[in-house]
């Protein structure tokens, strides 16, 4: 099977060179192992933090090794008691076809209870950070107004969903596209929402949002972290989900000059990993999972073919060609 591999760590903009696809052999499993054929693979904005060595929350990539990433597949040989060939699972070896997985660390999926793309996205990781982010991280409430960047991409899109079904007195969502902004206000029931490639986020975000915010969700960073901080009602909580508009920098971006409207507004700005909120989990299946068989949350995947396009994908998701959760289909 085929696997791509770290071949230099890229500075700024990741190019084709920093990656290799490589033929890989593909062993049969020992004791306790499976051997998964993958079907789905994860392509996600944190991958970029991996391509680099700066110490973070989870291990780097190492050059000249494969790369890895949330992957759902078939069990094709089985060493382990509980997982049978024809099994699906999810977990985390992605960027290649055959993956040799320790069944400790497999996650038996169902594809008769959701598609298997979903446990990548809208009832997966991307999902449950939503979940977390806005119910827990930024204590929403009934009533609040809430605004969210990224607000088309697999997290975004959900934040806002929950926050209109939870009873948000209105939704701001801000994307890089007329395409993009559509489906926020048409499809996903948000109040208003505006390019931000349009004018600067500040100006866009007051007319969209004139009685201010409650909920900042922050995706992205920069003009729209400041421009949600100038934006913010009394006891307003910001959310630091993600800085996609970073992470290819290479010199640190400058803060937000505007910090000092947290006195008058006794705001907050908490970051969180979703990884710190397992106890969260089961809840999360059961209301998302049950909005999604209503047909109350709606979720847009773009779906990429072939493991020799996995990095093409990538690289969409930090240039902003996915609508909802990038998907590569083996
Ligand atoms: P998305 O599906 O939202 O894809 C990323 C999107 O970011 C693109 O589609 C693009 O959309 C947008 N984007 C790219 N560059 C910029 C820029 N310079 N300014 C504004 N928007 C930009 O990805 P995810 O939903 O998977 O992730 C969303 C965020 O959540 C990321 O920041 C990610 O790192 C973070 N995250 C954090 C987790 C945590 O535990 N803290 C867990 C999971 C995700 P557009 O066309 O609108 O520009």
Redesign the pocket.
């Known amino acids: 099977g085929r696997a791509w591999h770290l071949a230099s760590r890229p500075v700024g903009w990741p190019k084709p060179e920093d990656f290799s696809l490589v033929e890989t052999e593909v062993p049969a499993p020992g004791e306790g192992q499976v051997l998964v054929r993958n079907t789905y693979l994860s392509v996600?904005?944190?991958m970029?933090?991996r391509m680099s060595d700066a110490k973070s929350y989870v291990a780097p990539y190492e050059v000249g090794e494969a790369m890895q990433g949330g992957a759902v597949g078939e069990v094709v040989a089985s060493g382990a008691e509980g997982l049978a060939v024809g099994d699906h699972v999810l977990h985390g070896l992605g960027w290649r076809e055959y993956a040799l997985v320790d069944a400790k660390s497999a996650v038996k999926v169902d594809p008769g209870v959701a598609p298997l793309s979903t446990y990548l996205g809208v009832l997966g990781?991307?999902g449950?950070?939503?979940y977390?982010?806005l119910l827990r991280v930024a204590a929403f409430k009934e009533g609040d107004a809430v605004f969210v960047?990224?607000?088309?991409?697999?997290?975004?899109?959900?934040v806002g969903q929950i926050a209109k079904l939870k009873g948000a007195s209105r939704v701001i969502g801000?994307?890089?596209?007329d395409e993009?902004v559509a489906l926020l206000v048409e499809e996903y029931g948000f109040d208003a929402a505006f390019?931000?490639?349009d004018g600067p986020v500040g100006r866009q975000l007051r007319e969209a949002a004139p009685d201010g915010i409650d909920v900042y969700f922050?995706?992205?960073?920069?003009?729209?972290l400041e421009a949600a901080i100038g934006s913010l009602n009394r006891d307003g909580r910001i959310a630091?989900?993600?800085?996609?508009?970073?992470?290819n920098n290479t010199e640190p971006a400058p803060g937000p000059r505007n910090l000092a409207r947290l006195i008058q507004t006794r705001g907050r700005i908490e970051?969180?990993?979703?990884?710190?909120h397992n106890d969260l989990r089961s809840e999360f299946v059961r209301e998302v999972g049950g909005w999604i068989a209503s047909g109350e949350l709606k979720y847009r995947e773009t779906v990429v073919e072939g493991i020799e396009n996995n990095l093409e994908a990538f690289l969409?998701?930090?240039?902003?060609?996915?609508?909802?959760?990038?998907i590569v289909k083996l």
């Open positions: 996600d904005p944190y970029r933090g990781m991307p449950f950070t939503a977390v982010g960047s990224g607000a088309a991409g697999a997290v975004g899109s959900q801000s994307a890089g596209s993009k390019n931000y490639k922050d995706n992205v960073g920069g003009d729209h630091v989900c993600g800085m996609i508009s970073v992470y970051g969180f990993l979703v990884s710190d969409g998701v930090l240039r902003g060609d996915n609508i909802g959760k990038m």
